[in-house]
């Protein structure tokens, strides 16, 4: 099993910034690829960024130039450094990671932006 923690959520302005944390722990070895998914009221589950081991990374076309996912392989953690903040990125935040083909979540963390 893999356990993840998100961290980092929050309230703020539109315009400001935000660095989530994703926290793995349990049988983290072959994860190959992490990630950071939103979903928001009566909106299905999206993805946000992704990033594999090698470093590749994936971003929704509605994030990019304003987000930032990476990862400290020594730490058994990733990030997603959120500028620009918008609204519409209001939502709950779950970290992802795939071993084996098997997906694993975090419970989630919330990120409420003001306009």
């Known amino acids: 099993q893999v356990r993840l923690v998100e961290s980092g959520g929050g309230l703020v302005q539109a315009g400001g910034s935000l660095r989530l944390s994703c926290a793995a722990s349990?049988?983290?070895?072959?994860?190959?690829?992490m990630g950071w998914y939103r979903q928001a009221p009566g909106k299905q589950r999206e993805l946000v960024a992704t990033?594999?081991?090698?470093?590749?990374?994936n971003y929704a076309d509605s994030v990019k130039g304003r987000f930032t996912i990476s990862r400290d392989s020594t730490k058994n953690a990733w990030y997603l450094q959120m500028n620009s903040l918008k609204p519409e990125d209001t939502a709950v935040y779950y970290c992802?990671?795939?071993?084996?083909?098997?997906?694993?979540w975090g419970q989630g963390t919330q990120v409420t932006v003001s306009s």
């Open positions: 992802s990671a795939r071993r084996y083909g098997v997906d694993y």
């Open positions: 349990g049988s983290i070895f072959s994860i190959n690829a």
């Open positions: 990033i594999t081991t090698g470093g590749s990374t």
